[in-house]
């Protein structure tokens, strides 16, 4: 029904930045927003940002907030996570992830319908 794939990740020393990009197909007419979740090792899937395809609602986890920035290209049905300011700490695989409609819970792993293949970010020195 809805595909999700994901490009860029790799590695940066601490204070760098690196871009996602997650592109869409298939229904996408019926997706009503897009998220970033991330998973260290050893540790649960956890929320990053997301965002609306109308760009009217955007939300962050607080260790996230005024370093990463989520965007949207509705042309190219493709959402990017912009990572500026990395810590050590951020290093995890990062998932794309697309939800079908809005949510109170839209932190929460299980509300989501659809699951890029992740892709891993390293930061160190």
């Known amino acids: 029904q809805v595909q999700l794939v994901e490009s860029g990740g790799g590695a940066v020393q601490p204070g760098g930045s690196l871009g996602l990009s997650c592109a869409a197909s298939g229904r996408t007419y019926s997706l009503y927003a897009m998220g970033w979740f991330r998973q260290a090792p050893g540790k649960e899937r956890e929320f990053v940002a997301v965002?609306?395809?109308?760009?009217?609602?955007?939300s962050y986890a607080d260790s996230v907030k005024g370093r990463f920035t989520i965007s949207r290209d509705n042309a190219k049905n493709t959402v990017y996570l912009q990572m500026n300011s990395l810590k050590p700490e951020d290093t995890a695989v990062y998932y794309c992830a697309a939800l079908r409609k809005g949510s109170y819970y839209y932190y929460r792993v299980s509300e989501y319908d659809y699951w890029g293949q992740g892709t891993q970010v390293t930061v160190s020195s």
């Open positions: 965002m609306s395809w109308s760009g009217s609602s955007t």
